[in-house]
């Protein structure tokens, strides 16, 4: 983080007027929400996920704009997050979304499961059966013996919430950088491809070897567990597109959300492994989720979601759109300039800007090497009243 970030932050921040997509919007600048590894509720990290909506960041925004007993909708729900710190803070969670996988992941934080019904359930699966069809394609990532449990898991486990939440589990298990997971050594938040990872297991001198799923389901099962969760029986997820939401016209108090940053994250090839334990052609999403380099196509996209959510958000209740800076055609974007250019044409009264300020997380420097003064990034989060 650069010296003036810095001075920025310690002097309490700052507050001006900013011509924004030719408007004068009120922009703050500072430090509101500190966001480090682990912190909030233990299930907001049951699944390591690339671009994941830090909770840090509704859980701000539901305090100020939501009371007990709101709803509270997020229209982009990707694994979660609203919906489940909604639910802790005693509102109502909405989570809708066009990713099987994620809502998967988002269903598993639904309900208060124990560790003892973890531990009781796996114990029901049937591992004597050795199942290596298929292992071909993935004789460079698991050991023979742990693919075979693997596939016992991905054949035996139901809809049940304790099984909804050990597939979430076995999700972030599925591969990553020590003995924690069930792979050869690879990366956890991003499925690399079989290629990618025969190469480097080569440079690296590795091979598989034999992890027993079950104990490390269980250990990962004790940490995300830590914190009981609050159940909401009116809380529920939809699978569908936040062009189309399955929500009554002026019935949700607030929304909290962080739709795609253009076609920055990958979200079906970078999450091969995991759709094919859930049982889904990746290929067969493509038309379905948007990840687009085309600016007006996604321009196009962001103005149809947000006609949306002002259709389903309650008069005089507000709207918050958490987005970021990218590059573009080798030029930096403020996704928060677009958000501010389409919101007002459907009746939106932008209130301000909120730009926090914090280090680049570890996966950008993981990718992208930082040089002195390139390690911040920013949630930007445009606040909107339907007026």
């Not at 969670?93 to 934080?109: C, F, Q, R, T």
């Not at 970078?270 to 990746?282: A, E, P």
Request: one cysteine or more.
């Amino acid at each position: 983080m650069d010296q003036e970030i810095k001075e920025l932050i310690k002097n309490g921040g700052k507050s001006n007027f900013e011509t924004i997509a030719d408007n004068k919007i009120l922009v703050d600048r500072g430090q509101f929400w500190i966001q480090t590894q682990r912190q909030g509720h233990s299930l907001h990290y049951v699944v390591p996920y690339q671009a994941c909506f830090a909770p840090q960041i509704p859980e701000f925004f539901i305090k100020i704009f939501s009371e007990k007993g709101d709803i509270v909708l997020d229209p982009f729900c990707g694994r979660g997050t609203t919906v489940l710190e909604a639910n802790q803070q005693n509102r109502i969670g909405l989570g809708v979304d066009v990713s099987p996988l994620a809502l998967e992941i988002a269903k598993s934080k639904l309900k208060n499961i124990t560790y003892e019904q973890v531990k009781e359930r796996l114990s029901q699966i049937d591992f004597s059966k050795e199942i290596l069809d298929g292992y071909n394609d993935f004789k460079d990532i698991y050991h023979p013996k742990t693919y075979s449990q693997i596939v016992n898991l991905k054949e035996q486990l139901t809809d049940s919430a304790v099984d909804n939440l050990i597939r979430s589990i076995i999700f972030g298990r599925l591969h990553g950088h020590s003995h924690g997971f069930f792979s050869v050594w690879t990366f956890n938040v991003i499925s690399f491809s079989k290629d990618r990872i025969k190469k480097q297991s080569e440079k690296r001198g590795l091979k598989p070897d034999f992890r027993d799923v079950v104990p490390r389901i269980l250990k990962k099962a004790k940490t995300v567990l830590e914190h009981p969760v609050i159940e909401q029986p009116k809380s529920k997820l939809f699978k569908s597109d936040s062009r189309n939401l399955p929500i009554e016209s002026n019935s949700v108090d607030l929304i909290v959300t962080s739709p795609p940053f253009l076609d920055v994250i990958n979200y079906i090839d970078d999450n091969w492994l995991r759709f094919w334990f859930l049982g889904f052609d990746r290929n067969q999403l493509r038309n379905t989720l948007i990840q687009t380099g085309n600016l007006e196509e996604y321009k196009g996209f962001i103005r149809d979601s947000l006609k949306e959510m002002y259709r389903v958000l309650k008069k005089g209740k507000y709207c918050v759109v958490e987005v970021g800076d990218v590059r573009h055609k080798s030029q930096k974007l403020y996704l928060d300039h677009i958000i501010v250019e389409l919101a007002r044409n459907f009746g939106f009264e932008i209130e301000k800007i909120m730009i926090n300020y914090m280090e680049a997380p570890k996966i950008s420097r993981a990718f992208r090497r930082k040089e002195p003064g390139q390690g911040t990034n920013t949630n930007r989060c445009v606040i909107m009243k339907k007026v």
